[in-house]
Structures are given as C-alpha cells and as structure tokens.
C-alpha cells in the first residue's frame, strides 16, 4: 500500500485546486463569450425589427452573477458560515455548498445564455415569434383604480427587499422606490422631528413610484419615561410598543404631522404609506406546555380598560355578561381576564369576547393611522402587510381581521408566499399531491379581491421564491414562473420580492438577514432571469391578465368570522370545498356579511355555506336578505346552528330564493356546476385532466381577447405530469396557439409539474 507522506497529500490538494481554477476559468470565459455571441445575435434579431428586451435582460443578469460567483470564489469560509446559519441539509453540507456555489453560478448562466441564444435564434430564423414587450419608463407608471398603468396600457412591477439603487440593478430588475419612517425620529414629547429625516425628504429624487415604511419595531428612549415603563411591550414583534397607551396616537401624530405634508404627492410614495410590517398580536396561552406559543404576549391596562368598555357596548348589562360567562362581575369595572387567553377555553364566550375585541382594537390603531395620514394628505393611500396565511389557516387569536383591514385600506397590502420545500420540520399534506403550497397565494387572493374588487394589490414583501423555512438552492425556474404568473392572475399588481442582501458588486451586507441568505434569490441566476422574463410576458398580456383579475366570481363561499373564532379547524374545512371547486376554470370567491350587504348580489351566482355552526344573528339575517332577495344559497346540517355564544341560531327561510340541504363536498360541488351550467356562467371552454395522482392539479383561467377569442392560462401545481383534453364548446374544430411564442400548439397538452401554458383559442 502506497504511504500517503505529507508532501505527496500537498501535491493532490494543489492539483485539485488547479482543476477547480481551471474548471472555474473554463465556466467564466464560456460565459462572457456566450454574452458575445449573444450580442451579435441581438444585432441581427434588431435589424430584423425582433424585440430583444428579453436577450438584453438576460445579459445583464448573467454580468450582475459573475461578479456575485467572483466574489462567492474569494468567499468560500463567509458563505459557509450564511450556510451554517440554515436548518437541515444547508447547515451539514455547508462547506460543500460553499465551495461549490461559484461554479454552480456559473452552470446556471451558461445554461441561460444557451436558451437566450437558441430562443433568439428561432426567433431570427422564424421558426417562433415573439410579441411586442415595452421596457419600463418608471418615471410614467401611474396608478388607476384597480391597476398600474404605462402609456394608457396596464402594467405590473416588480423589485427586490434591499436591492442596492444602482442602475445595473435597477434598469432590468426593478424600480421601487420608497422612504422609511419611526417612531424614533421624534426627538422630544413636544414632537420634534429629526432635522435630518426632513433634509432626507426634501433632497430625496422623486422618479419612480414607491411606498412609505412605517416601522413600529423601537421607539424613543425618551417615551418610556414619558408614557410610562410598559410604553415598549411585546418587541419581539413589528410593532414593540403599546398600541392602546394614549401616548402611541400623539407620537404617531406628532410624527405623522411633520412628515406627511412633506411626502404629499411625491412620486415615491405613489403606492402608498404601509401602515405596518406582518403585524400580529397572538395573545393565546397553551398551559400543557411549558413556553408561550410564537409570537403571544401580554397586553397593558390601556387594553384591558377598552375590552371592559368594549363588553359594556357589546352586552349592555352586566348580567347578560355573568350569564355567558359564568361569572359573578358587579358591574364592568371589575371584569378581570388572564391574557394570555388559554387555547382550552376556545369556543367558550369569554374566548369569543376576547378574540373578537382584539380584532377590533387592531383595526381601530390601523383605522387611526389612516385617518391621521390623510389629515395631512386627503388623497394618500394606505395599505397594511399583512400575512394572508393568518386568514387561511386556522388560528384567530393573532389579532388581525383581514377584511376589515382590506376594507379600510386604499391599496389592498399583503406579503403572500407560497412553499415549496420545507428544510425542516416535518410533511405536510399538500406535499402528497402538489409541487408546492398554493392554499395561502390562491385563496388568500380570492378572499382579498372578494372583499376589495376595485383596488390595486401590492406584495410588499413577497415570499414564493424563499422563506426562513421553505427554499432551495436548486430551485427549478419555472417554479418561478408558476407562481408569479398564477399570483398575477389572482390579483397581484406589484411585488417586491424577498430578497436582495448583496451589493452591488456582490458582497453580501452585513445588516441582511443573514440566516435567510443561503439558498435565496441571489445565489440563483436562472431563477432571478426567470422573474424577469415572467414580468415581460405578463405585460406583453397585462390586458387578458388584468381581464383574468377582474373576472366575475360566480361562486361565492360563506365565510364567518364567528365560527373561525370558535372553531379550531374552520379554515381546513373551508379550504376542502374551496379546493374541490378550484380547478374548473370558474373563478371562485368569499362573501361575509359585510360583503352581501354592501355589494351587489348580481356578482355571483350561488352562495355555499359548509360547516359553518357559529355565527353571528346579523350573518343569518344579510344570508335571509339575499334569499329575501331571490338568491340561491347551499347549505350542509353542520351550519347556522348557534350564535356566537353558542346559543340557538336563527334559521333560513328561502322565501323568494332558492335554499338547498346537501351534506358532501361532491355533492355540493356537482349542484354548483349544474346552477352555473343553468345560468350559463360557466367557461366556454372545458378541460379534461389525467395524471398519476388521480387528483386534478391544473388551475385554469379563460377570458376572452379583442378579437373574440379564448385566452387560456393553464398552471399545473400538481405533483405529476398533468395530461390535458381541451374542448371548445363541444366545437372540435379549434387549433391552440401559443400566444408567447406565436406558434401553433397540441389541445392535447402533457404539462410537467410547475409548467404553464398560455395559448388563444382560434376556431378553424
């Protein structure tokens, strides 16, 4: 056996090191002549009047990622310890991955650069064609009333969370703008603002459309003292101070006083003043365990003194309140309740109150800081972040409404995410039959565009690409396009995606959130082109996606506050009959009381009410006005039995409507298709799928073109490989071209899991 000497070890790690730099030089210079190839191919594309904004995007992300796998090849040891930072296989393969990530870069630009040229050489030769895309004058977005839009034609953006304002970033990448604020601006009780925040505004350039970050992490040092030591509370959420406290309101006044008229109408607050960043105000206690849940803390006296005024508005006596209860309070004065609230006591009237006022008083501090802004600016916006998953999955002890704050916000404000690979933890059940989670983007969206038709919906801080907890580093592109097309679809209007945490020269910043950095956007040149190219292809068709925004939502779910209060798998159930409609190509949405009452019923079809025991007298009684009225309402045995408190409900008359009894979802499902086939409400198209699953996986969207043609947007979520049947009104004689590449393609289509496909339908 040959002794490996030490010397002899020397020689393998330098010639392993030679092949590395040699393998690394070969992918770098294979790069930058593909970009010189690529040039001169734009040159013959241009003389042949082919529009090459997608090629010149290309480009520019290939450079922007050699100089980003440069840096990641003079910084092996920082990238191991961001990937050190990651739970599961980031953490255990951290070297490895570090080592490999520059060349890995660089495959994924050289395999770019190969489908920019070959695409374009299709184009040159005419075997494809492209439609006309415009690039974007930022400085001429302009926002209407449920959309963006550029030279009278709508138009969607896109940017990323820290993204260095340099032009090579900001030309092909986006262009968000926006100015941030807090609390700790304000130097002294008398309201004073930080000379320098008010120099910062007045010198700031005004060319793109941006935001206003309101941030309510820290406040002065000085407030502590003068509202008292419990003034900061809970900091281990976005907003770290007493929302009751009356000093809250005057340091947002104060604030808000000196800015504001500052910020009026400037463009970079075009899309509004965010009024919070992912609030959440958990208050619930689990005493099996040992810890507070995520995120739940405590509330001040300030909070517990309006709950006690809050239960004397909602409950007149203090009898009334003993009864439900089961208390023995002298008057309301006394009330005393623990808070945290234990989750045991879920469903109990006291759990009810609790959850309920906290809704209230969230949206009452949100509802202040709209009225504030525009005292100072009538015509200014407002949106909230809001986490959509905090309505689509079960819990309510969070604080938030979602509908009132959708309601009262001019923009309609979100942070939607959709997971696709979780890095720890473990299954969970989507992951049987989907490629990725689309429950929170899909449904979160329906809700939102039921509750606010009519506004622009921004994605402040988008999370399909990573989570902390969902990514990947090999995360396949069209996954990219899947979501952001399906999201487009659904109502999404501008995004800025999480995240950016490099310079611009590749550097990562060390004030990033660096446990999020490994395995995100910026180590991922395909997925970040693929961004790219999605946002030209939405704006060459931003007419029929926005018509896909607008679409009328025949069926409409019920959907009660009350019952997802007290019950604690509401959302689960719901969200089974949402899925079993959610791939017949017929737009579905939400209506709640406030809905039926304020919006006109003719903008839907059927409602169904499934599983829905606990609601409110004045839910039964806008669902009996709708019957009154003529409507047609589904309905299963397990629904509008009990109020609030658990109490006996009313019950429906169906009057002048039409009221059916069914039990199953199937059942539910095949009567809403037959009253939709009635009405003629349904697609003109239809679509047959098989796949290995045995489950349906492809959502679907039609609407019809300037020319009277079906445009249809097929996305396959599925875990499989989805066989497609396309049918026309029974009408065979049709051919499907695909509206992006101009080409005729099969009406038998097999799409691969994350795969979309958008064609018009042309009758022979």
């Known amino acids: 056996m040959m002794k490996i000497t030490l010397k002899t070890w020397g020689i393998f790690l330098l010639i392993f090191f030679s092949l590395f730099k040699l393998n690394a030089q070969d992918l770098q210079n294979s790069a930058v002549s593909k970009i010189k190839d690529l040039r001169k191919l734009i040159k013959k594309a241009e003389q042949k009047n082919i529009n090459v904004l997608k090629e010149e995007t290309t480009i520019r992300t290939a450079e922007i990622f050699l100089k980003f796998a440069a ?152 407030s502590e003292k003068v509202y008292g030591p419990n003034f900061s509370m809970r900091k281990n959420t976005y907003i770290g101070y007493d929302i009751d406290n009356p000093g809250g309101r005057k340091l947002q006044s104060d604030l808000f006083s000196e800015i504001v008229p500052r910020i009026a109408e400037k463009k970079f607050s075009q899309l509004g003043y965010m009024l919070c960043n992912e609030p959440h105000f958990f208050t619930q206690a689990d005493a099996t365990k040992n810890k507070l849940p995520w995120a739940s803390g405590s509330v001040s006296k300030y909070s517990i003194q309006k709950f006690r005024f809050w239960l004397q508005q909602k409950h007149q006596n203090i009898s009334a309140l003993n009864s439900l209860w089961e208390t023995n309070f002298i008057n309301f004065k006394d009330v005393e309740i623990e808070i945290p609230i234990d989750i045991s006591l879920q469903g109990k009237p006291i759990w009810f109150d609790w959850m309920s006022f906290n809704m209230d008083r969230v949206t009452d501090w949100f509802q202040f800081l709209k009225s504030e802004i525009t005292r100072h600016d009538a015509n200014a916006k407002v949106h909230v972040k809001v986490m959509p998953v905090l309505w689509t999955n079960n819990k309510r002890s969070h604080g938030i409404d979602l509908e009132a704050i959708t309601e009262l916000s001019g923009i309609v404000g979100n942070d939607s995410g959709a997971e696709h690979k979780f890095i720890w933890g473990k299954p969970h059940e989507w992951d049987k039959t989907y490629a990725f989670d689309w429950r929170e983007l899909c449904m979160g969206f329906d809700f939102m565009k039921s509750v606010s038709p009519n506004k622009i919906n921004l994605n402040s801080e988008l999370h399909y690409l990573s989570t902390i907890k969902s990514r990947d580093l090999y995360l396949d592109p069209n996954y990219a396009r899947a979501t952001f097309w399906l999201a487009h679809s659904y109502g999404m209007d501008a995004s800025v995606i999480w995240y950016w945490p490099r310079k611009a020269n590749g550097e990562v910043k060390p004030s990033s959130d660096l446990n999020g950095y490994g395995g995100s956007v910026t180590q991922q040149p395909r997925v970040t082109n693929e961004v790219a190219m999605t946002l030209i292809d939405l704006n060459s068709n931003a007419e029929e996606i926005l018509k896909m925004q607008r679409q009328r939502k025949p069926i409409r779910l019920f959907y009660s506050k009350t019952t997802a209060i007290n019950e604690k798998k509401y959302m689960d159930t719901l969200f089974g009959l949402y899925e079993s409609l959610h791939f017949e190509g017929t737009s579905l949405g939400f209506v709640t009381k406030n809905i039926i009452e304020k919006q006109d019923s003719k903008n839907w079809d059927v409602v169904l009410v499934y599983n829905t025991p606990f609601v409110t007298n004045d839910e039964v009684k806008s669902l009996q006005n709708y019957l009154n009225a003529g409507g047609t309402v589904i309905i299963d045995d397990k629904s509008l039995l009990k109020n609030e408190y658990g109490l006996t409900s009313l019950a429906l008359d169906e009057s002048k409507g039409t009221l059916i009894k069914l039990n199953s979802i199937t059942e539910i499902k095949e009567k809403t298709l037959a009253i939709l086939k009635e009405k003629k409400s349904l697609p003109e198209i239809k679509i047959e799928e098989e796949n290995e699953i045995g489950k349906k996986g492809c959502i679907w969207k039609v609407v019809k073109n300037e020319k009277g043609n079906q445009v249809l947007s097929i996305v396959n979520v599925g875990k499989s490989n989805a066989k497609l049947k396309i049918y026309l009104n029974e009408n065979t004689s049709f051919v499907c071209k695909d509206v992006i590449n101009g080409i005729a393609v099969s009406s038998t289509p097999i799409l691969k899991p994350n795969e979309v496909y958008f064609v018009e339908v042309i009758k022979n």
Not at 144 to 166: A, C, G, Q, R, V
């Open 71 to 222: 840096w990641d090849e003079k910084n092996i040891n920082k990238n191991e310890q961001f990937y050190i930072k990651v739970k599961g296989d980031f953490k255990t393969n951290a070297a490895k991955l570090a080592k490999d990530l520059p060349n890995f870069e660089r495959k994924e630009i050289n395999i770019m650069l190969d489908k920019a040229i070959n695409e374009l050489q299709s184009l040159v030769d005419g075997k494809i064609f492209r439609q006309s895309s415009v690039k974007i004058d930022w400085s001429k977005i302009t926002l209407e009333n449920d959309h963006l839009s550029l030279n009278n034609k709508p138009i969607f953006i896109n940017d990323y969370t820290w993204k260095p304002k340099t032009k090579e970033l900001t030309e092909f990448h986006g262009d968000i703008d926006g100015f941030y604020i807090a609390p700790t601006y304000v130097v002294n009780q008398n309201g004073k603002v930080r000379p320098n925040v008010l120099e910062n505004i007045e010198n700031k350039p005004n060319s793109t459309p941006g935001f206003v970050f309101l941030n309510h992490k820290r406040v002065p040092k000085w």
